[in-house]
């Protein structure tokens, strides 16, 4: 499958998912992302598989507009349509749903606390050897380097933090193929501020070590991953009040949470941070105590697939 909207290759996936579905003749099928659940659902809608369930990580359409935006929500309806079953990774994210009349209640709903499958807190655990109070925050990003992850709202808080003396380094993570992210990392080149760009990692754990707290000023989310990897490793994170966003983050007690698009807004909270490392620590030990206790992995498993497992015949 291709990412993009591309009409005949995407019709040849079609016949390729439907074959695979009726060969197999599964009792469930289960699909995330946008192009995949599309093509999944629809497949197994014209085949008659029994219970289709589209777990739904973020809504493509928010931010776009004109005949983009009627496209992407036409392919989100015809998704919701033909699933059984749409299950949000957050409530925020539930609430776009509502709001865009994609899906509603009772074949909406979302899981827990939120997050398509948890965190493992033992693989994901604080760093042994004690944590900075003192020298440069180490600041970290952690995702694409595109405009919809907030990247320049980072860039610009960044920015106003060193205009006001403030001692940090920023640490970048992630893939670099976007087609804006070249102009990105021409931009961080070209900062005053120390800035470490490193590609994706097959293990983002030594990457998070280095960093005292993970900002993610992002546009649009579902329920963010790596908020909740850096928070089962005792690391707070400044998040954005985006769909999502908002979810992975209790303000003031797990992290902060600031308004979207709102650079001013991101340096002050930074700020704050790298003036009371107590307070870093503290949010970090809140932020793990709520992954190993709401986030676990075989709970939030569990409750995607209730529908699935409750109403599966007896035999299958």
């Known amino acids: 499958m291709r ?45 008659r598989t029994p219970y289709r369930l589209y777990a739904t990580g973020g809504l493509r359409l928010e931010g776009s507009e004109g005949a983009q935006r009627l496209v992407l929500w036409l392919m989100e309806k015809v998704t919701c349509v033909a699933a059984n079953d749409v299950v949000a990774n957050s409530r925020s994210l539930a609430a776009a749903y509502r709001a865009s009349r994609l899906a509603v209640e009772p074949k909406l709903r979302t899981v827990m606390e939120g997050s398509s499958h948890g965190v493992d807190t033992e693989y994901f655990f604080p760093a042994t050897q004690a944590q900075r109070t003192d020298g440069p925050l180490q600041i970290g ?59 994706p990692m097959d293990d983002v754990r030594p990457a998070l070590r280095n960093m005292d707290v993970l900002v993610l000023p992002s546009l649009r989310e579902g329920f963010p991953n790596v908020v909740l990897e850096a928070a089962a490793m005792g690391i707070p994170s400044v998040v954005s009040d985006a769909t999502g966003c908002i979810d992975s983050v209790i303000d003031q007690v797990t992290g902060l949470v600031v308004p979207v698009q709102d650079p001013k807004a991101l340096a002050e909270a930074l700020c704050s941070l790298s003036d009371d490392r107590a307070r870093v620590r503290a949010l970090g030990m809140e932020a793990r105590r709520r992954a190993v206790t709401d986030f676990r992995p075989r709970d939030v498993v569990q409750g995607v697939l209730k529908h699935a497992i409750a109403d599966r015949p007896v035999g299958m």
């Open 3 to 47: 990412r993009g909207i591309a009409v005949l290759a995407d019709f040849g996936s079609l016949m390729r998912v439907m074959r695979l579905i009726r060969m197999r003749r599964p009792y469930a099928s289960i699909a995330m992302t946008p192009k995949a659940s599309l093509l999944v659902m629809v497949a197994s809608f014209l085949a």
């Open 141 to 199: 990003f952690v995702g694409r380097l595109t405009r919809d992850k907030g990247i320049p709202t980072l860039l610009e808080a960044c920015v106003l933090l060193a205009e006001r003396g403030a001692e940090f380094e920023l640490h970048v993570v992630g893939p670099q193929d976007e087609p804006d992210s070249a102009a990105f990392l021409g931009l961080m080149r070209s900062q005053s501020f120390v800035v470490h760009v490193r590609p």
